[in-house]
């Protein structure tokens, strides 16, 4: 796939915030009759999962007679017996969503992972799922759990917890340099992409020198990490902390411009980005900032320029 499944990826996490679907599957019991008439008989069966009872139902009639003139001549009928069944089968049990032993990568619907190989479907709202080798951390002991890439369409992989490398607890990052779990994009209700680096908000960065935890982004392939920086030190158009510093994004510091700007992607997702400015007072008179964005057919960041 190419960086243009972005816009399908941000388009279907609109519609899913603005609209709610209610929707199942068939599971559970089923239960039909049959009627029918048979000599006097009852029957109790259980086999697996359905039981058939069989009950017999018996009218005795009255006897009748018949007087002609003087003599009376009584006729009594035989009594006869009639025996009804009624059968019932109850059928319990769950059906799986997906074709079975779909292997790594293939398209999945059913988080119980019945139709992957793997016994792994990693199902993103809105987008689906894909068979891959974890669900969470846990699964991949003692490295981390990258989650899926519904651009390129790769499911779920376990790592070794190296830098920029996937996680969901600082427990399985291995480097010591890069031992922190922080969230690089996020998706809200949809996805979240945290990775091995060193900080998560610049409370982290404890070397005064490299004093602003700033992002390195590389959206299309869902990946990138989280550093600690120098002021000054981001040029425009790449990543940068939209982390709050007294109303101000502490960002600022970490670009050369001392401007890190907002990029939306629909709303839904947004990114730092280092540019010119963030206001139209940034820029000489007579020009307006423009807005910083992502460029989803490039799979790049843009940022905010004096026009």
């Known amino acids: 796939m190419t960086c243009t499944n972005l816009r399908f990826l941000f388009a279907s996490a609109l519609a899913l915030s603005l609209t709610t679907t209610a929707c199942g599957d068939d599971r559970g019991d089923s239960a039909s009759a049959t009627d029918?008439?048979?000599?006097?008989?009852?029957?109790?069966?259980?086999?697996g999962d359905s039981t058939t009872t069989n009950t017999p139902t018996t009218t005795n009639p009255e006897p009748t007679g018949t007087e002609s003139g003087t003599e009376t001549a009584a006729t009594t009928d035989e009594?006869?017996?009639?025996?009804?069944?009624?059968?019932?089968?109850?059928?319990t049990g769950s059906l799986c969503q997906d074709m079975e032993d779909q292997p790594v990568n293939s398209p999945c619907t059913d988080s119980s992972g019945c139709g992957c190989d793997t016994e792994k479907?990693?199902?993103?709202?809105?987008?689906?799922?894909?068979?891959?080798?974890?669900?969470?951390?846990?699964?991949c002991a003692p490295g981390g759990?990258?989650?899926?890439?519904?651009?390129?369409?790769?499911?779920?992989?376990?790592n070794?917890?190296?830098?920029?490398?996937?996680?969901?607890?600082?427990?399985?990052?291995?480097?010591?340099?890069n031992g922190i779990c922080g969230t690089l994009l996020e998706v809200p209700g949809i996805i979240t992409v945290a990775t091995c680096g060193q900080c998560k908000v610049n409370a982290d960065c404890t070397d005064a020198g490299l004093a602003n935890c700033s992002p390195t982004y590389d959206v299309p392939n869902f990946k990138g990490k989280l550093d600690c920086v120098a002021d000054g030190s981001v040029p425009a158009n790449l990543g940068c902390s939209l982390e709050d510093d007294g109303g101000n994004p502490a960002g600022n510091k970490a670009c050369e411009s001392g401007f890190c700007g907002e990029a939306s992607v629909m709303g839904l997702l947004k990114l730092g980005v280092c540019g010119e400015c963030n206001?139209?007072?940034?820029?000489?008179?007579?020009?307006?900032?423009?807005?910083p964005a992502v460029d989803l057919d490039m799979g790049a960041l843009v940022g905010s320029v004096c026009m």
Request: hydrophobic share 30%.
């Open 36 to 47: 029918a008439t048979t000599a006097p008989t009852t029957t109790d069966a259980t086999m």
């Open 79 to 91: 009594p006869t017996t009639s025996t009804t069944t009624t059968a019932t089968t109850v059928t």
């Open 121 to 139: 479907c990693f199902v993103v709202p809105a987008l689906g799922g894909f068979c891959g080798e974890c669900l969470a951390d846990a699964d």
């Open 145 to 158: 759990c990258s989650v899926p890439n519904p651009i390129a369409g790769v499911g779920a992989t376990c």
């Open 160 to 177: 070794d917890g190296a830098a920029g490398e996937g996680c969901m607890s600082d427990e399985v990052c291995v480097e010591a340099e």
């Open 279 to 291: 206001a139209d007072s940034d820029c000489p008179m007579g020009q307006q900032c423009s807005d």
